[in-house]
C-alpha cells in the first residue's frame, strides 16, 4: 500500500529564515509521482510541483527547491527566505503511474512570524 | 478562465436532510475527485472518477453518493447516513497522469 509521512505537524519561522518540508513515501511501484500541494487559510489547495520518479534532479523556482532522493524515499521541500504568506499548510502527494492511488500526507503547518 | 468551481461555499444541513454539493470543471479534464477534510487534519478520498458514467468508492464512501452524467460534472450527496458529515469538502480534476487541480471547496455544517 502507499503512504506518505509528514512527520512535521506544526513549524513555526521568523520571516527571512530558511524552512525545510519532510516528507518521506512508501510505495511498491518502480514508476510513480510525487507532488507538494500549498493550502493557505482560504482552503483551496494550490499545486506547486510535481515529479516522476525517474527524475531525480532537484528543482528550484524562486524561493521554492524540491530535493528528491529515491534511496531515502524522501521528497523534501524547502522555502528561502520565508515570508509571512507562506503560512499555509503543505502537503505531499504521493500517486502511481496512472494517476490513481492519490495518497496525501497529513500535512504540516507553517507559520512565518513577521 | 479555466477553472473548478464549487457551490455553495458554505451550507447548512438539519439532521436527517440530504444535501448535494456542486463540482463543475471547464478544464477538459477526465478525471474528478471529492475529498473530505476535518480540522487540522489531511484529505481522505469519498468517491472518483475516470469517466463519464462510472464512478469509484474512496476510502470514506458510506453515506456518500454521486453521480457522473457529464464530463465537466461531479455531484456529490451527503444523505442522512453519513453519520458526522460537519466537514470541508474539495473537489478536484486531474487529466490522466496527471496532478491534480482543486476547486474552493464547500463547509458543510450540520445543526
Known amino acids: 500500500a502507499q503512504k506518505v509521512t509528514q512527520a512535521q505537524t506544526e513549524i513555526s519561522v521568523v520571516e527571512k529564515e530558511d524552512v525545510t518540508l519532510d516528507c518521506v513515501y512508501e510505495t511498491r511501484d518502480t514508476t510513480y509521482y510525487l507532488f507538494w500541494y500549498k493550502q493557505p487559510p482560504s482552503g483551496e489547495l494550490v499545486f506547486l510541483i510535481r515529479r516522476n520518479s525517474f527524475d531525480e534532479q532537484n528543482e528550484i523556482s524562486g524561493r521554492y527547491s524540491w530535493n528528491f532522493q529515491k534511496s531515502t524515499s524522501s521528497f523534501n521541500f524547502t522555502i528561502t527566505a520565508s515570508q509571512v504568506v507562506d503560512s499555509a499548510v503543505y502537503f505531499c502527494a504521493l500517486s502511481d503511474n496512472y494517476g490513481q492511488n492519490f495518497v496525501f500526507g497529513p500535512g504540516t503547518r507553517l507559520s512565518v512570524l513577521p | 478562465d479555466g477553472g473548478i468551481t464549487q457551490s455553495p461555499k458554505y451550507l447548512f444541513r438539519k439532521e436527517g436532510q440530504n444535501v448535494t454539493l456542486s463540482c463543475e470543471q471547464n478544464?477538459?479534464?477526465?478525471?474528478m475527485y471529492w475529498y473530505r477534510q476535518d480540522p487540522g487534519q489531511g484529505l481522505r478520498l469519498i468517491y472518483y472518477?475516470?469517466?463519464?458514467?462510472?464512478?469509484q468508492k474512496g476510502d470514506i464512501a458510506e453515506g456518500y453518493s454521486v453521480s457522473r452524467e457529464k464530463k465537466e460534472s461531479f455531484p456529490l450527496t451527503v444523505t442522512s447516513a453519513q453519520k458526522n458529515p460537519t466537514a470541508f469538502y474539495l473537489c478536484?480534476?486531474?487529466?490522466?497522469?496527471?496532478?491534480?487541480?482543486f476547486g474552493p471547496g464547500t463547509r458543510l455544517t450540520v445543526l
Open positions: 478536484a480534476s486531474s487529466r490522466y497522469y496527471n496532478e491534480q487541480f
Open positions: 478544464l477538459n479534464h477526465d478525471a
Open positions: 472518477s475516470q469517466i463519464v458514467n462510472d464512478f
